[in-house]
Nanobody, 127 residues
Framework: QVQLVESGGGLVQAGGSLRLSCAASGTTFSSHAMGWFRQAPGKERQFVTAISRNNFYTSYQDSVKGRYTISRDNAKMTVYLQMNSLRPEDTAVYYC????????????????????WGQGTQVTVSS
């Protein structure tokens, strides 16, 4: 059983930065592709960014390209999301997700691609 625990959310002014972390346990972390999603009130959960098992391939939602950076440290079993130049429309609960895969280079971008989810961390950007 995989457990994912997000941290690092909070309240920040527009233009500010936050760094989210997602710590995994109960699994061989390096066997999992990882992703970040977000869900704003009244909206569906949406893809933000994802990273392959081998840390070489990433994908980003268009609205966060150039502002967000995903990375992972397999030794620490943690995936990170660095968020810069935050905007009020980035306000949401951010979720970490994991999917076991045999493919080293594949990046997964759909909610249904993932098997395991964290509890989420709130990010609020004030204008």
């Amino acid at each position: 059983q995989v457990q994912l625990v997000e941290s690092g959310g909070g309240l920040v002014q527009a233009g500010g930065s936050l760094r989210l972390s997602c710590a995994a346990s109960g699994t061989t972390f390096s066997s999992h592709a990882m992703g970040w999603f977000r869900q704003a009130p009244g909206k569906e959960r949406q893809f933000v960014t994802a990273i392959s098992r081998n840390n070489f391939y990433t994908s980003y939602q268009d609205s966060v390209k150039g502002r967000y950076t995903i990375s992972r440290d397999n030794a620490k079993m943690t995936v990170y999301l660095q968020m810069n130049s935050l905007r009020p429309e980035d306000t949401a609960v951010y979720y970490c997700a994991a999917r076991v895969t045999s493919h080293q280079e594949t990046v997964y971008t759909a909610v249904h691609d993932y098997d395991y989810w964290g509890q989420g961390t709130q990010v609020t950007v004030s204008s």
